[in-house]
């Protein structure tokens, strides 16, 4: 059977990224042979399984279509590279922990290994892919390990960085807004640039694949991450300006979107981004810029990662303030710990920070999310035990707590019977709406004590007389 493929693709790291990537590339290439390796044999278990190891909207049913036809999970990683012509690397690169750089720039020995696995096992020429986000000029690195054995075998390295938000993989895989493909500009490396595109020209429009310098592409990339979350950081700055000044952060970003050249995507202030790129690759940004001594523009791209810790921060001092200056043994229930909605993922979530925060504060947490509780209870796993419970139906977590902190944006907080949740609340009930996501009028009405990002907030309290002076 294997015979009939036309090409034999592999690809090195089996999550987030190479998994629905390769789904997709097999969904539309069925000529073509794909095989996902990873080191972790659960992983590779799950995704052979009906659970698959990540969720992802529609992203079963790609798998579903494809796996055991042309696309197959293995942890045989020398027997994948030995038979592939194309290898997609796809290894986590995650910030250095230790060392020089530690806290900043990328750590890039899964990468060095995969590299070296590669120049080991190949015994015919391949095409290398790097699919991971990584520092400009990790393709030369690459290109020097792979010809630094005395060896026959031609290796062209490609970059083609993966733009994939996650909750929306799968229709951003197969409508991207573009595909970017890097190369050398030698002979070789146009050639191999061509059967990469060859493969997304299946089904993307060829005017949306673009083609560059390997440096340009790499770049791209971290520059793309980086500009969407300053987006996120400016918007959120205003926020901060809007509840002193009784402006609307909704009204503003609407007006301010509404400008053709600005836009009106990614202008929704929140409690922060989170995910497992931004924060990792602007920290990389700044500190390639650093390396070139560029220390204004390291300074500038860095404000964006400090002004999303003060958003983050701002929120837990709002809900303290609120909350008479003090949460200790409080209850409160958490609505969301992903990082964003319609995904499991909780890599970065601004809910970690929040629940670390407020249980300095003494506070109980229960903390609710319809997909991301098995990661929350890992990020969490080192805190006191005895004062957090995890508890699916947001009925069941709301019920009997001081308060409520919305985190993520999930569509269903948007639908809950809310009088019920009050009723079943300690009075007075407070509502922090960490994502703007619940109409705040309506939770007024009905009594709580309503904070938003970026507005007034709505409280039953007379604010003519603040807490402090109360007490004073
Ligand atoms: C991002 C990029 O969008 C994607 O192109 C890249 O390949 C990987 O990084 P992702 O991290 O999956 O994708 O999610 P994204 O939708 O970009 O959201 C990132 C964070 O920003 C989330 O925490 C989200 O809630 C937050 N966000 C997004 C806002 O706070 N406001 C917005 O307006 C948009
Ligand atoms: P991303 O979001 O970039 O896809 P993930 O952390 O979800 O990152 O996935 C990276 C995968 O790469 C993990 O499943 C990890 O086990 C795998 N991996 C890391 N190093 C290697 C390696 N040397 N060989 C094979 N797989 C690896």
């Given amino acids: 059977m294997n015979a009939s493929f036309e090409k034999k693709i592999l690809c090195i790291g089996a999550g987030y990224v190479g998994g629905p990537t ?197 770049l791209s990339k971290l520059v793309s991450n980086a500009f969407l979350a300053q987006r996120i950081s400016s918007i959120n700055a205003i926020s901060a300006l809007c509840e002193k000044t009784e402006a609307d952060i909704r009204n503003v970003a609407m007006a301010v979107g509404r400008d053709g050249r600005i836009g009106s995507r990614f202008l929704n202030a929140s409690i922060g981004f989170g995910g497992s790129c931004f924060k990792k690759d602007i920290l990389n940004l700044v500190y390639i810029c650093r390396h070139y001594g560029l220390e204004e523009v390291a300074e500038y791209w860095e404000s964006v990662v400090h002004i999303n810790e003060y958003q983050k921060e701002r929120f837990v001092r709002h809900m303290l303030t609120a909350m008479f200056n003090t949460l200790a043994g409080k209850k409160i229930c958490i609505l969301g710990f992903a990082f964003k909605a319609n995904t499991g993922d909780t890599r970065e979530s601004p809910a970690i920070h929040v629940c670390t925060r407020l249980l300095e504060e003494r506070a109980e947490l229960v903390i609710s999310d319809p997909k991301a509780l098995d990661n929350a209870r890992l990020d969490l796993g080192h805190l006191e035990q005895e004062r957090i419970s995890f508890v699916q139906d947001p009925y069941e977590a709301a019920r009997g707590v001081h308060a409520i902190a919305v985190m993520t944006e999930w569509d269903l907080y948007r639908r809950l019977d809310y009088q019920k949740i009050y009723d079943d609340m300690i009075k007075p009930a407070f509502i922090f709406d960490g994502r703007n996501v619940i109409d705040h009028e309506k939770l007024y009405d009905i009594g709580f004590n309503v904070y938003a990002i970026g507005k007034t907030p709505l409280t039953h309290f007379d604010e003519s007389e603040s807490v402090q002076d109360l007490q004073a």
Avoid at 29 to 53: A, F, G
Avoid at 103 to 114: F, P, R, S
Avoid at 197 to 205: E, K, T
Wanted: net charge positive; proline share 6%.
């Fill in 22 to 218: 390769m789904a997709m590339i097999a969904r539309k290439c069925p000529n073509y042979k794909v095989t996902v390796v990873d080191i972790n044999p659960q992983r590779i278990q799950r995704w052979k399984s009906d659970r698959l190891p990540i969720y992802e909207p529609g992203l079963k049913e790609l798998v579903e279509a494809t796996r055991g036809r042309n696309l197959f999970f293995s942890t045989d990683i020398e027997e994948g590279i030995r038979e592939a012509d194309i290898i997609f690397v796809s290894v986590n690169t995650p910030t250095k922990t230790y060392g020089l750089g530690a806290g900043m720039a990328a750590d890039l020995q899964y990468w060095e290994k995969t590299a070296r696995q590669i120049l080991a096992c190949a015994r015919s020429p391949k095409i290398i892919v790097e699919k991971s986000t990584l520092p400009v000029k990790t393709a030369l690195a690459m290109e020097r390990i792979l010809k630094s054995r005395e060896s026959r075998i031609h290796f062209e390295v490609l970059s083609n960085p993966e733009f994939l938000a996650e909750g929306t993989a799968v229709r951003d895989l197969e409508k991207p807004d573009r595909v970017l493909i890097g190369s050398r500009l030698t002979p070789s490396g146009l050639k191999a640039r061509q059967e990469l595109v060859d493969i997304y020209r299946n089904w993307v429009p060829e005017e949306n694949i673009i083609t560059s310098d390997i440096w340009s592409s790499e």
